[in-house]
C-alpha cells in the first residue's frame, strides 16, 4: 500500500494503525496531536489503514483537534465521575468561552468535591491508559444493553438504520461520544476544574494558544441566558435529541414549536419594553456572530418597539466604510473588512451626533465595487417618536460610538445558544447550529453549494473571536434566537446538500461530520414553522424581507 503523508509517500505491506506509522511524527508535533485525516474522512489515531490513502495528522492548533480534545476531556471527567460517585446524575449543559458547564445534578458542588474529581482526572491523564473503540453488531449491542441495563450511547442503536454500533471503552469504563476521541487519556494534559455557580467548569486551551490555559473568562450575562432556556425546556421535557424525537413521533412537536416561539415573542416584548421605559435611550445596537438571525430579529423587535410608540430608523454600518487605499490590510496582505479601523469612525460618530440632537444629515452609500462612498441625496433626520436602529460585527465596542454617552445607548447580544443535548454527556454545539442555518440559507436564498458553505465558514467566523465575543457581557440585553426544535426542519434542507459534497473534497470530513449529528434527528417538516420565526430567515417563507 501506498500511504501520502505530507510530500512523502510511505509503502506498507500490511494493514497498520496511523498511532504507529507516524509514531515518530505525532511525538514532535509542536501540538497534540489527537486525531487524523484518512482519505477525506475524520478518524481515531488507532484507525487502521488497509488501502492506499492520504493521511493528515489533527491538532489541537485545528477546531476539529480541539473538538476531540473537549470530547476525550468530557469522556474522562464521567470516567472520574464513575468511580467516586457511581450515582451520579450530570450533564453537560453548554459552553461558556474555552470552558464546559457541567451540573453535577445530585450532589452539592464543593470545592473539595472539585478537587477531588480534579485529582482523579489528573491521576486518568497521568497514567495515559488506552481508549479503544469497539464495534459490535445489532445483535451484539442488544445484548450488551441488556447486560449493563445502561443508555450510554443508545441513540445509535435507536436508530435503525445503524447495522454497527459503537462504544470507547478506558479499563471497565465505557461511554460514546457522537464523534471522534483521542486514543488514549494522556492527550489531554492541560485542563483545570473550578467550581462555577451551582456546578463546575471543565476549562481547555484555546486553538490559538493551544499549549496553555487562557485566562477565566466571566460570562455571566452568557451564562444567565442559557440558564434560563435550559431551565425552560427540561420544564418542557425537551432538552435532549431522545426527547425531542419522542415529541416529533408521538406529534407533540407542534406544541413545542409553539412554545418555543412564544418564548421568542416573550423575550422581543421585555426588551422593547425596556428600552421604552428609559426614554434617554435613542439607540439601539444590535451585534451577534454570523447567522444568528439578526435580521429578522431586528424586524420583530421593530414590530415591538412600535407597539410602545416608537419608530426605529435603519442606519447600515457598512456605508461607513473608509475609502478603499485608506482600508487596513491583515497579516497576508489582503484587505481587512472586519477589523474597526475599517470604519470611518470620524464620519459615523459626527452622524450619530448630528441626527441625535436634531439635525438632519446626508447618508452615504457605499460603493464596493470602486471603494468610495457616495451621496445620492438620501436625507435623514430623527423625529421625536423615533429611535436608531443599528446591526453590525463593531456594535457591542464602544469605540463604534464613542461620541455617544452610555446612556443613551442599548446593545444587544444575540446568537444562536444551544442548549439542546445527544444525550448527558454530548452537547450539540452552538457553532454548529449556526454553520447549519448558514448552509441552508447560502443554499436556498445565494446559490451557494454546501461544499462553498464550508470552505469559506472559517473565515466568516474569524473575526468573532476579536469583534463581538469580547464585548458580550457589556451588552444591555442578550436574545437566544436558537429553537430547540430548529435542527429537525433544518435537516430535511441540509442533509441532501451536505450529501452531494464527493469524497475526495477536502469539505467532506467536515460534511460527514454535521450529517452523522443530522442522523439521529428526527426531520421536522418546514411548514409546522410559523411565518414570522426566526427560522424563517434561513429556510424561506417568511412575512420579512431580506
Not at 465521575?81 to 458542588?109: M, S
Amino acid at each position: 500500500m501506498k500511504i501520502q503523508y505530507k510530500e512523502k509517500i510511505i509503502e506498507i505491506e500490511k494493514k497498520e494503525k496511523i498511532s504507529e506509522l507516524l509514531k515518530e511524527e505525532i511525538k514532535n508535533n509542536p501540538y497534540p496531536v489527537v486525531g487524523a485525516i484518512y482519505n477525506n474522512q475524520y478518524v481515531n489515531l488507532d484507525f487502521e489503514i488497509k488501502k492506499d490513502g492520504k493521511i493528515e495528522l489533527i491538532d489541537t492548533s485545528e477546531k476539529e483537534g480541539m473538538r476531540i480534545y473537549k470530547r476525550t476531556l468530557i469522556y474522562i471527567f464521567a470516567k472520574a465521575l464513575k468511580k467516586l460517585y457511581p450515582d451520579n446524575k450530570a450533564t453537560v449543559n453548554y459552553q461558556l468561552a474555552n470552558a464546559t458547564y457541567c451540573d453535577i445534578g445530585n450532589i452539592e458542588v464543593t470545592e473539595e468535591l472539585v478537587q477531588k474529581i480534579q485529582e482523579e482526572m489528573r491521576a486518568i491523564v497521568r497514567s495515559n491508559l488506552p481508549i479503544k473503540e469497539i464495534k459490535m453488531t445489532r445483535e451484539e449491542a442488544e445484548k450488551f444493553y441488556q447486560e449493563t441495563n445502561t443508555r450510554r450511547g443508545k441513540l445509535q442503536y435507536d436508530l435503525k438504520s445503524n447495522k454497527k454500533i459503537y462504544m470507547y471503552f478506558c479499563e471497565d469504563y465505557f461511554n460514546y461520544c457522537y464523534g471522534t476521541i483521542a486514543n488514549h487519556t494522556g492527550a489531554t494534559k492541560i485542563f483545570e476544574i473550578i467550581k462555577y455557580d451551582k456546578g463546575l467548569l471543565i476549562r481547555y486551551p484555546s486553538i490559538e494558544k493551544p499549549n496553555q490555559m487562557p485566562k477565566l473568562m466571566q460570562n455571566k450575562k452568557i451564562k444567565w441566558a442559557l440558564n434560563e432556556y435550559n431551565d425552560i425546556h427540561k420544564i418542557l421535557n425537551i432538552n435532549t435529541v431522545y426527547k425531542l424525537n419522542d415529541a416529533v413521533e408521538e406529534k407533540r412537536i407542534k406544541d413545542v414549536i409553539m412554545l418555543d416561539e412564544a418564548l421568542h415573542e416573550k423575550k422581543i416584548a421585555n426588551i422593547a419594553d425596556k428600552v421604552a421605559r428609559n426614554r434617554n435611550i435613542k439607540m439601539i445596537l444590535i451585534a451577534g456572530p454570523s447567522s444568528s438571525g439578526k435580521t429578522t430579529f431586528a424586524q420583530r423587535l421593530g414590530i415591538q418597539l412600535r407597539i410602545n410608540k416608537l419608530k426605529p430608523v435603519t442606519i447600515s454600518v457598512d456605508n461607513y466604510f473608509v475609502e478603499r487605499k485608506d482600508t487596513p490590510r491583515d497579516e497576508n496582505g489582503d484587505y481587512n473588512f472586519e477589523c474597526i479601523e475599517a470604519i470611518d469612525l470620524k464620519l459615523f460618530n459626527d452622524h450619530l451626533t448630528k441626527l441625535l440632537n436634531g439635525e438632519e444629515i446626508e447618508m452615504p452609500q457605499f460603493d464596493f465595487l470602486e471603494g468610495t462612498k457616495k451621496y445620492n441625496g438620501n436625507k435623514l433626520k430623527l423625529k421625536e417618536d423615533e429611535v436608531l436602529v443599528i446591526e453590525g460585527i463593531h456594535c457591542l465596542n464602544d469605540k463604534l460610538t464613542s461620541s455617544i454617552p452610555q446612556e443613551g445607548k442599548f446593545k444587544i447580544y444575540i446568537s444562536a445558544l444551544t442548549v439542546l443535548n445527544m444525550d448527558r454527556y454530548t452537547k450539540v454545539s452552538s457553532s454548529d447550529t449556526r454553520l447549519i442555518r448558514r448552509i441552508v440559507r447560502d443554499y436556498q436564498f445565494r446559490g451557494y453549494t454546501a461544499k462553498h458553505t464550508l470552505e469559506t465558514w472559517h473565515s466568516v467566523t474569524r473575526g468573532e473571536v476579536e469583534n463581538i465575543f469580547p464585548f458580550q457581557e457589556g451588552a444591555n440585553a442578550i436574545f437566544n434566537t436558537s429553537l430547540i426544535y430548529e435542527l429537525g426542519v433544518l435537516k430535511g434542507i441540509a442533509k441532501p446538500i451536505l450529501e452531494e459534497i464527493p469524497k475526495e473534497e477536502p469539505e467532506y470530513a467536515e460534511a460527514q461530520r454535521l450529517l452523522n449529528m443530522l442522523k439521529y434527528i428526527r426531520t421536522i417538516p418546514a411548514k409546522a414553522v410559523p411565518t414570522n420565526s426566526l427560522l424563517k430567515e434561513f429556510v424561506g417563507g417568511g412575512d420579512f424581507k431580506y
